[in-house]
């Protein structure tokens, strides 16, 4: 056993951290950094202290998470947030006002931007509460001051930043009507104490935190935070995570974008689906569209074709628009031929094939589906929608270790998407 090995499962059984979903370089710098902190001598000194203070193994696991974060992170969440809260406040007409978690809440940006989104849908801010909980002390107490520096505003629609800001010296500070709507605190999702909120909440996000556990740890989160929902409630996951929860009972609501799931056993609330704008997925990839969400493994009905004439163009750029456009349309047969013909006339390109692994796993066409986002990956090993993709193809398929592998890929690679 490497001298390591002790701090990683101190850290597995802390804080759910797979060492392997972030790496181990990075958890041994964060060794020798805490190592000279506090000047141990060698890992066994630095062991024994950690055994000793609370503190310290606070101190540990603040070097170790990833506190990344941003408002409106996967906008279309909070639109359809939106809408499901109306039709919950309706259903419980007037009863208690609608309960929200955000756990991990990191500095703030999810469960304020949970609070800006309702209001902005004019929601009064007494129908709903949100509680933010995150294990890092010092991220909840940066959410508590609610001061916001550039890095937490991404993207191109920033139009909420004027409605909700002020623009100060120090930075972005977020008005008290906001902030008075999320209730912080400091919190593990492994506490077995959570348990005793079981289905409290109509709506819970849990984003970008299963991706550093391991297969079992995820397993057990997911079970938990099942719980906490309602069983009218919705769950928002990250792009990454839906893999386990079908197998767990639940089901993706269908809303593009939203990685929104309920109790399989529940009828869905009705939303009408929206189509996609080709929008960059982050600032950091310009070219790459946004994915339709992790399709749920089984055969789904192709819609009727569009008129052959919008397949008529000849510019590369536009070409690959328009096979996003059709292919977020549900219109897979002529999104297909679009393919087809960009493959014709332009040098292969990853998203063209990402596109074809996609339209050929929402028709249940899992070889050809697997081939396709090999292909994608090939030509561009990072790309992020192939990767989430294919692991989801792969774990549904019963090759965990293969998925598992693609998933930290993807999440390595978000670790290093620069900030703006
Ligand atoms: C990448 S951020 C995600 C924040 C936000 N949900 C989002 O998607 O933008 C991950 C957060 O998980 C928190 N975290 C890690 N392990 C945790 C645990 N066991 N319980 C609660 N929070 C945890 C970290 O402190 C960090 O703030």
Redesign the pocket.
């Known amino acids: 056993m490497s001298k390591e090995q002790r701090f990683f499962s101190f850290l597995q059984q802390r804080?759910?951290?797979d060492v392997a979903s972030v790496g181990a370089p990075m958890v041994e710098r964060a060794l020798r950094q805490r190592c000279a902190a506090v000047n141990a001598v060698d890992l066994d000194d630095y062991w024994l202290r950690l055994q000793q203070s609370n503190e310290e193994q606070q101190a540990l696991i603040e070097a170790v998470?990833?506190?990344?974060?941003?408002f409106f992170?996967y906008p279309e969440s909070f639109t359809a947030l939106a809408d499901l809260a109306r039709k919950r406040l309706a259903e419980l007409g007037g009863l208690r006002p609608l309960r929200i978690l955000?756990?991990?809440?990191?500095?703030g940006?999810?469960p304020y931007s949970i609070a800006m989104a309702l209001l902005d849908a004019g929601i009064a801010g007494h129908s709903f509460r949100i509680d933010g909980?995150?294990?890092?002390p010092f991220?909840v107490q940066r959410a508590e001051q609610g001061l916001y520096g550039r890095n937490a505003f991404r993207g191109a629609h920033l139009d909420f930043r004027q409605r909700h800001f002020d623009e100060t010296d120090e930075g972005h500070r977020l008005h008290e009507r906001v902030r008075q709507q999320v209730d912080l605190q400091v919190?593990?999702?492994?506490d077995p104490a959570l348990k005793s909120r079981e289905g409290s909440y109509d709506f819970v996000?849990?984003?970008?935190?299963l991706i550093?556990f391991d297969v079992p740890t995820q397993q057990r989160v997911f079970e938990v935070l099942k719980s906490l929902i309602h069983a009218q409630g919705v769950l928002f996951i990250?792009p990454a995570e839906g893999s386990l929860l079908a197998r767990l009972g639940m089901r993706p609501l269908g809303i593009s974008q939203s990685f929104a799931f309920v109790h399989q056993a529940e009828p869905a609330p009705v939303i009408e689906p929206k189509p996609l704008n080709v929008v960059p997925i982050m600032a950091s990839a310009p070219n790459v569209a946004r994915p339709l969400p992790v399709p749920a493994r089984k055969r789904t009905a192709i819609t009727p074709p569009v008129a052959a004439r919008v397949l008529a163009s000849d510019n590369s750029a536009e070409l690959l628009a328009q096979i996003a456009r059709l292919a977020n349309a549900g219109s897979s047969v002529e999104a297909q031929a679009a393919c087809a013909r960009y493959l014709q006339h332009y040098p292969p390109h990853a998203q063209v094939f990402y596109w074809l692994g996609l339209l050929s796993d929402t028709a249940g066409e899992a070889d050809a589906a697997l081939g396709h986002y090999r292909k994608a990956l090939y030509l561009e090993p990072q790309h992020p929608e192939a990767l989430v993709h294919l692991a989801a193809l792969l774990e549904s398929r019963g090759d965990s270790a293969g998925a598992r592998r693609l998933q930290e890929r993807a999440a390595r690679r978000l670790d290093r998407e620069p900030e703006q």
Request: charged content about 20%.
């Open positions: 804080i759910g951290l998470i990833v506190p990344e974060t941003w992170r955000s756990l991990p809440c990191s500095t940006e999810e909980m995150d294990i890092s991220s919190g593990n999702v492994l996000f849990c984003r970008n935190l550093y990250g």
